[in-house]
């Protein structure tokens, strides 16, 4: 889980002053930084997924390398 840097405090007192009462505005500012969380968790790359796709792209690189390799030798095979 990510850290949502949220100040539930603020965004309560707002809420308060806009006539919900303090157990609805923070149990409304904690379920915010929730949905918050959660949406960073699901939607945003983290440093080990950009890694892992640095990773992918050099396996299929090395792959697109090897068959690349093999049809120019099958092409120069064939007219020479």
Known sequence: MS?????TLKF?????KA???REQAAAFAEEQKDVFSEAL???LA???DVADLK???????????VVL??????F?????
């Open 55 to 65: 990773t992918e792209l050099a396996v299929i690189r090395w792959m697109l390398g």
């Open 46 to 48: 983290t440093k080990s």
């Open 69 to 74: 390799a093999v049809a120019l030798a099958n």
């Open 3 to 7: 850290t949502v840097t949220f100040d």
């Open 19 to 21: 006539g919900l009462t």
């Open 41 to 43: 968790d699901t939607t």
């Open 76 to 80: 120069a095979k064939q007219f020479f």
């Open 12 to 16: 309560a007192d707002r809420l308060e």
